[in-house]
């Protein structure tokens, strides 16, 4: 499989700008692998999917306000700084993407707030865009995380050409959201309601929560036409003993077992047995997975429609075909189903 077989024309108006009214009424492609057929529903439609004892896995990553923007000491060039990972808490050190990164140097300064309470210097240059950067701040690490909290902006991605409105903040996350560290959203979850989780819970199907912080790496472009040759950025990912027990006590009652979205697909194929069982895990991952593959875990995935091109189109690829894929795609757009992170939702039984 090569990078071109991943290409297809997507119309601009596709590309979502605002989520569905209501999470769960987001429209929802059900695509069946065996019989080759697709269905058009609503996402709460789901619940007719699944019995007593199938599991639904969760990520349950806390996107943060990852987004600043401050002013470059002497020019007050206006900067932005996207906040990637935290490297030291102790020194406040933090791996950060700055744009317009010309302008960016080693020993430079910038200020944020408008009282300029909050500082960064530029330490070092990670990547083209990419720099180290030490906050100094006078207070706990306490007070500089509420500091970061305050003054930070919820990280929509940038296709979203309008600015960030307050509902980004409660949007722009799952409502089952509990462990801070992403910097971008798992988004198939973001259609579920605290309504149909009830419902589904009601109906008797299980969830495990595993946690992969999503990094930018994700959305990475593939720029190589041979896919061996990606290089996937490294995410943190944590599944507990508990949620492996779940998940494999399905497995072995022949029940469901569906991944919420690509991530959640991507943190249990970093950790299987030779059983094809659920591993628990702590550490990184940089796991990328395209055609063809032969998967362990899930045998169903709930998921959002994706970009032409993207790492995540390829795993989607993989797991349901690449013909079917296709299909589902060229269907997807003739019926203008919403593309990206605020689009609509493709169940893949």
């Not at 290409?7 to 590309?15: A, G, S, Y």
């Not at 700084?81 to 300064?109: H, M, T």
């Not at 979205?261 to 991952?285: C, D, F, H, I």
């Amino acid at each position: 499989m090569k990078l071109s077989n991943f290409n297809f024309n997507l119309p601009k108006e596709l590309l979502a700008e605002y989520p569905a009214e209501n999470r769960d009424e987001a429209r929802l492609m059900v695509v069946d692998r065996k019989t080759k057929t697709i269905e058009h529903k609503l996402f709460k439609d789901v619940l007719d999917y699944f019995d007593e004892g199938d599991v639904m896995v969760l990520n349950n990553t806390k996107v943060f306000p990852a987004r600043l923007y401050g002013n470059k000491e002497k020019t007050g060039a206006r900067i932005e700084v996207f906040l990637l990972r935290e490297l030291n808490s102790e020194q406040r050190l933090w791996d950060v993407l700055v744009d317009p990164a010309r302008k960016i140097r080693i020993g430079n300064k910038l200020y944020f707030g408008d009282d300029d309470s909050l500082v960064a210097e530029v330490i070092d240059n990670t990547t083209s865009r990419g720099r180290t950067l030490r906050f100094l701040y006078d207070g706990s690490y306490e007070e500089f995380r509420s500091k970061l909290t305050e003054l930070g902006e919820t990280p929509i991605p940038k296709y979203i050409n309008r600015e960030v409105v307050p509902e980004d903040a409660e949007r722009y996350q799952t409502i089952y959201a509990k462990e801070e560290g992403a910097v971008a959203a798992p988004t198939a979850g973001l259609h579920f309601s605290k309504h149909l989780l009830k419902r589904l819970e009601i109906k008797g199907i299980d969830f495990a929560e595993i946690t992969l912080h999503v990094g930018l790496g994700t959305f990475n472009p593939v720029e190589v036409e041979d896919l061996s040759k990606h290089k996937m950025d490294s995410e943190e990912l944590i599944i507990t003993q508990q949620a492996c027990d779940i998940v494999n006590k399905a497995k072995l009652g022949k029940k469901k077992v569906c991944a919420v979205g690509t991530t959640t697909m991507r943190a249990m194929e970093s950790s299987v047995s030779s059983q094809k069982t659920l591993n628990p895990y702590v550490g990184w991952t940089n796991k990328f997975i395209f055609p063809p593959y032969d998967f362990s875990v899930a045998d169903c995935m709930i998921t959002n429609f994706h970009t032409p091109k993207s790492t995540l189109l390829m795993m989607i690829s993989a797991f349901m075909g690449h013909d079917l894929m296709k299909k589902a795609y060229e269907e997807a757009v003739k019926e203008q189903y919403r593309f990206y992170t605020y689009g609509d939702a493709m169940l893949i039984l």
